[in-house]
């Protein structure tokens, strides 16, 4: 009779917890134009996920919900009421914001002493201690304009304190699946720059290596620009331009810092192609012999999040490649366009472990290498992802069709 009991008891427990699951989804669009907003940032509680470039988006939380908070930048952040007898997509209409200049007066004429005292703001504004963190990844491949490699997966990121440098930061593969055009043209052996290891690499706040340095600033001419907001805060706006030759490209791109806290909060930044070599350099990481590699393009965009703590926090990166291809014995070159892009949907609220050397994926590492094909339906079950846009979507399709 004990057991009997103790059993219905475990099983009204588990139909409680699941019960408590919210599932919400939406799109979030201009209330000015229209147009959807890539890119923009679902919050609730602890979990976060980003519209994709259709403004679409799909959040899973372990708990019950009543709003969300929806943040772009330029726009007004906007939180919305969560009826959980409801299950009908929310439509979510951003307004720009209306700047006041009046607010804007103490940097006006110093972006350099801005993007000093940024830098020197860096221990108290971001995380002091290690953390934990669960990651929605996703890399795709386009020749011209088809898809011909679709990767993605979740990902856990261990992050050590920001006084520290990056050398013990990690990343491991927690699940994934790939998906590559079976036609043999569509095969190219290129690996450029990317993978999960990109938030660690280009954690421009952590690793100060690739800007936030005095010899690296020292290259740049800087300049204020008008100042705009992010999630209902002033955000100051550097831009930054090379301004010396050096033996490697450097970056054309935008800086926001928070107008309170003086943390950096957003990077957009495009690498100078004006010398091909030295881009080649920069991007490629190995071809095939008798393959010439032309670049077009590399750019980044790197977001951090402010925390109810006041600790700032990576939130979402992505980075562009587009680059021609041509065989010596071939007429025309073909285009090819990479994409990687990484979110943070959740950190762990205990004591966050290191992740083991072993179980870490290396940057020397092929993501779509190491994991398995499209397979399962309910492969993501109740984690967090970036929905795949409408292209990406009709591309999945005729791909799997083809196997």
Not at 49 to 69: I, W
Not at 263 to 271: I, V
Not at 348 to 353: C, I, K, S
Not at 365 to 385: G, L, Q, T
Request: hydrophobic content about 40%.
């Amino acid at each position: 009779m004990k057991r009997v009991l103790l059993f219905i008891i475990s099983a009204l427990m588990v139909v409680s917890a699941w019960a408590q699951k919210a599932v919400i989804s939406g799109t979030v669009s201009d209330a000015t134009t229209g147009k959807a907003v890539a890119g923009a940032s679902v919050t609730a509680g602890k979990w976060s996920v980003v519209t994709n470039d259709d403004g679409f988006f799909t959040l899973k939380t372990d708990g019950a919900v009543t709003e969300v908070a929806i943040s772009h930048v330029g726009f007004q952040t906007q939180h919305a009421k969560v009826d959980a007898q409801n299950n009908s997509p929310l439509r979510i209409r951003l307004r720009p914001v209306t700047i006041q200049l009046d607010e804007v007066l103490v940097m006006a004429d110093n972006a350099r002493m801005l993007l000093n005292m940024a830098i020197s703001r860096i221990p108290s504004n971001y995380s002091s201690q290690p953390e934990l963190f669960r990651c929605f990844y996703r890399e795709t491949a386009m020749k011209r304009q088809h898809y011909i490699c679709v990767a993605e997966g979740v990902v856990d990121m261990y992050k050590t304190d920001y006084q520290q440098g990056t050398e013990r930061d990690r990343v491991a593969i927690s699940k994934g699946r790939r998906l590559i055009s079976p036609k043999q043209g569509d095969t190219l052996s290129v690996k450029v720059l990317g993978g999960p290891v990109t938030p660690i690499v280009l954690d421009l706040v952590k690793n100060r290596e690739l800007l936030l340095n005095k010899e690296e600033l020292d290259c740049y001419d800087v300049k204020m620009e008008v100042p705009t907001s992010i999630n209902n805060r002033m955000q100051y706006v550097v831009s930054i331009a090379p301004h010396r030759i050096m033996p490697y490209p450097l970056y054309f791109g935008r800086l926001y810092i928070d107008q309170e806290t003086f943390s950096f909060t957003r990077a957009e930044l495009s690498l100078d192609m004006s010398n091909r070599q030295k881009a080649t350099e920069m991007m490629l990481v190995k071809k095939p012999a008798g393959v010439r590699f032309r670049p077009k393009e590399l750019s980044l965009l790197v977001d951090y999040q402010l925390g109810d703590d006041g600790k700032t926090r990576i939130s979402y990166l992505r980075t562009t490649f587009r680059f021609n291809c041509d065989w010596r014995r071939r007429l025309f070159a073909t285009s090819f366009a990479a994409f990687c892009e990484m979110v943070v949907t959740s950190k762990d609220e205990g004591e966050a472990q290191p992740i083991r050397g072993r179980d870490s994926f290396d940057q020397h590492d092929a993501f779509y290498d190491k994991v398995d094909y499209f397979r399962d339906p309910a492969f993501w079950e109740n984690y967090n992802i970036i929905e795949p846009t409408e292209t990406l979507d009709r591309a999945v399709q005729r791909l799997l069709k083809k196997y």
